[in-house]
Structure formats: structure tokens, C-alpha cells
């Protein structure tokens, strides 16, 4: 049964990849920096080669995801634009994902495009969880340095006051949800009573118990509104739970990094001395059980959409929530509270939407999965800052705009681009 429970379009990224050759119109080059804090990422720059050296850049990340060579990229070259996928430190690893860390590479990116490049002006494409983060850069990119953020929701320092850190010139959000850790309190099944057990539940607040109103996958379940109102409240409830042990596990080792540095500690006893070196150094990593469980995923009238059954890691949410992967499974402290907790998260596009002035495309997929056109796309559109702010909504598409059926590999894809280049164009000419 666990070998059909994962979406292959998920989580292989099989559609955040070119869909048709490109090599006959643009020039490739690796790209290799090193950022502020010593830390080495690597993308891809493409340019058309009808236009080696472009003066407009449109640049993609994500969090985790590679985007060094997105979908939206050959229609981007065809029309003049220099394209860049940045990956960045924590590609392929959540493990540790640092949002205010994932800015040093941002802007290392976006320093070597103006500086070594020659471009004049760098467009973002937030893709997915690169919505938030793009508006999470543009927003501390935007601050004067003295008023950027000093640390992480960890504690830990970040000197982002000590770089350099353009802003884009114009954005493109693209079936985009609004912040990882919003996604969470979204997911995160309630239910689960010790996060020590988690197999222990309470079954009034269990989304896939029937008395709860839940029917059979992959029948739609409509739920009553005070269950919902109560799931809602004890999601947020199981949140700040998972805070306190990550602000607890992060004081311990800030008091042992204390004791390490105390005068005399050389003459401690051994014994002590190595206690407190091993609490100093110990990077401990939650576990956090059954994400699985959005109420969205099996009630299609809460925020009613296109969308099929299920979510884009699975079509069986019920069973998925019990298995390995899902999101925000496993994390440090650090990373939990920077990242995946919607509580203290700064990635969050209600915090930072409203830095964005720069004009600004939103793009909603009808069918996705996980992005809804309240919860996330309407969100974004009433936060943004900016006046010169177009959606452009396509009912019948998937989160990567994959194609539906017999449709040519790049038929989504071009959908979407024969809308966003001619504004892209209107904005910023190649």
C-alpha cells in the first residue's frame, strides 16, 4: 500500500524541470559563490544566446527545492531574459533550514548578477515556498541595515546588517502558499496528545475519525463548523507546544555554551569540563508526527476550489499522516522555529507583503492541492504592498503545471508564461 501513498510529481520534483530542449537558444554556465558567512551555493545561469548579456535577470529558489532549471525558464529565454536557479545551502535538506540564513545566499545571488553580470534589473519568481521567501528577502533587502533583523526566532546572530542586499525590481508569485510554517499550523493533526507517544490521541479531535464526520478516502467529508473552529484552535495549541521544546532544548545549550566561557572553567573538574563541552556542542533534532492533516485535503466546501482529493504528497492523507514523510518531520530547534513554526516564523507573507511595492504578478493554480484561493492567493493579494499588483488565475491547472492527460509535457507551463512574460515585459523590457 505505501508504494502508491506518495506523489511522485511531489516529492521526485519530476515538473520543476525543463519540459522541452533549450540548448538550441540559450548558453549555460555553473555558478559558484560564496556567501557572506562562508558558506558555498551553486545554481545555474542561463542566457539567450540571441542575447548574451542580458540587463533584466529572473532569478528562482526555493527553500529545498531545485529550481536550477525551472518550467517557467525557456519561455523566459525565448524572450531575452537572463534566468538563474539558485540553489541555496539547505537544498535537498530540511534538516536545518535557517530562513534568515537562506538571505545571506539570496543576496549573494543577487550581488553577483549586478556586480559581475552586468544586470540591471533582477526579477523574482516565488515558486511554491519561494513565494515567501523572495517576500521575506525583499522585505529585510528593503529595511536600512541598522533595522534588519540581528537574529534568527533562535536567538542565534545573523549579519544581515553587514551585507549588501539589492531588492528585486518586480516579482512573480507563482502558486505560492503563504509561509511554510502557516502551512504547518494548517497540517498538523491535533489529535496527537504527547508528542513522546505519538500513536496517543484524542478522538474528538481526530479529522479521519468518522464520528467526527470524516467519510471514507476518497468520498468528500463536510465537517461541522465548531469542529473545525476547535481543530483550528488546538492546531495553533500543538504549535506552541513544539515552541517551548525547541525554546527549551535551545536554553539548555545556551546556559552549557555559558558555563564553557566562564572564567575558571579551565580549572573545573574534567569530568564537568567534558559534561558541559558535549551540551554545548549537542545539536538535538525534533521529531514531529502526523502532518498530515488538513482538514482542506478531504472537505473540498472549506475554501472550495477545482482541487481533486487528498494533497500533494499523497492521495491518501489518512494513511500518509502515520508514515515518514510529510511536512516538517524532522528538525533542529533552530530550524523549527525559523521555518516550519507559523508562530514564530519570519517567513511569513502576512508579516512581509506589505514591504513589497515593486510590481507584482500572482499566479493561482485552480487545481492545486495544497495552495487554496482564499487561505493562500487572496491572503497575498490583500497583503502585498504594491499598487501594480495582477492575478492571473488558471482554474484548471496543477501546482507545477504539469500536464493534464494527453497534453504535451510544457502545455501548463506555457499557459502560464503567455501571461507572465508579456507582463514581465510591460515592467522590465530584456
Known amino acids: 500500500m505505501s508504494s502508491r501513498l506518495l506523489s511522485a510529481t511531489y516529492w521526485r520534483a519530476s515538473w520543476v524541470r525543463f519540459r522541452e530542449p533549450v540548448r538550441e537558444f540559450a548558453n549555460c554556465e555553473p555558478v559558484l559563490l560564496n556567501t557572506h558567512d562562508g558558506v558555498q551555493v551553486r545554481g545555474l545561469h542561463w542566457t539567450p544566446r540571441n542575447n548574451p548579456r542580458p540587463k533584466v535577470a529572473v532569478i528562482a529558489a526555493h527553500p529545498r527545492v531545485d529550481f536550477s532549471q525551472h518550467y517557467a525558464f525557456p519561455a523566459l529565454l525565448r524572450a531575452g531574459y537572463a534566468c538563474v536557479g539558485a540553489n541555496l545551502r539547505s537544498l535537498n535538506n530540511d534538516l536545518n533550514c535557517v530562513h534568515e540564513q537562506l538571505l545571506i545566499d539570496l543576496a549573494a545571488y543577487v550581488n553577483w548578477l549586478r556586480n559581475d553580470c552586468g544586470v540591471e534589473k533582477v526579477v523574482w519568481l516565488g515558486n511554491s515556498g519561494g513565494g515567501s521567501l523572495g517576500c521575506f528577502y525583499q522585505q529585510q533587502a528593503k529595511a536600512a541595515p541598522s533595522a534588519r533583523l540581528k537574529r534568527t526566532p533562535a536567538g542565534r546572530p545573523v549579519p544581515l546588517a553587514d551585507i549588501a542586499m539589492p531588492p528585486f525590481d518586480a516579482m512573480m508569485i507563482t502558486a505560492a502558499h503563504i509561509g511554510q510554517g502557516l ?161 514564530s516564523s519570519n517567513a511569513s507573507i502576512p508579516k512581509t507583503a506589505a514591504s513589497v511595492t515593486e510590481p507584482v504578478a500572482v499566479v493561482h493554480a485552480g487545481r492545486d492541492l495544497d495552495v487554496y484561493p482564499n487561505t493562500h492567493t487572496k491572503v497575498i493579494l490583500d497583503t502585498l504592498g504594491s499598487r501594480d499588483k495582477t492575478v492571473f488565475s488558471f482554474p484548471h491547472r496543477l501546482h507545477y503545471f504539469e500536464p493534464d492527460g494527453d497534453e504535451p509535457q510544457n502545455a501548463g507551463a506555457l499557459e502560464q508564461m503567455a501571461k507572465l512574460v508579456p507582463w514581465l515585459q510591460e515592467r522590465c523590457a530584456p
Not at 214 to 236: G, I, M, S, V
Not at 243 to 262: K, P, S, T, Y
Request: aromatic share 10%; glycine share 4%.
Open 183 to 343: 502551512v504547518l499550523n494548517e497540517t498538523i493533526d491535533p489529535s496527537v496528545v504527547d508528542e513522546n507517544k505519538p500513536l496517543l490521541t484524542d478522538a474528538s479531535l481526530d479529522m479521519y475519525n468518522p464520528e467526527n464526520g470524516y467519510r471514507d478516502a476518497p468520498q468528500w467529508t463536510h465537517y461541522d463548523p465548531e469542529f473545525l473552529r476547535r481543530y483550528r484552535a488546538k492546531q495553533l495549541e500543538r504549535i506552541a507546544r513544539i515552541d517551548a521544546i525547541a525554546h527549551a532544548l535551545i536554553a539548555e545549550r545556551g546556559r552549557a555554551e555559558d558555563l564553557c566561557n566562564w572564567p575558571g572553567f579551565e580549572n573545573a573538574p574534567l569530568a564537568q569540563q567534558r559534561a558541559a563541552m558535549q551540551q554545548a556542542t549537542f545539536v538535538p533534532v525534533i521529531t514531529t508526527y502526523r502532518t498530515m492533516a488538513n482538514p482542506h485535503y478531504v472537505d473540498n466546501t472549506i475554501d472550495p476550489s477545482e482541487r481533486g482529493y487528498g494533497s500533494l504528497l499523497s492521495d491518501r492523507p489518512d494513511i500518509m499522516n502515520f508514515q515518514l514523510l510529510g511536512f516538517g518531520r524532522l528538525q533542529t530547534p533552530d530550524a523549527w522555529l525559523s521555518t516550519w513554526s507559523g508562530l
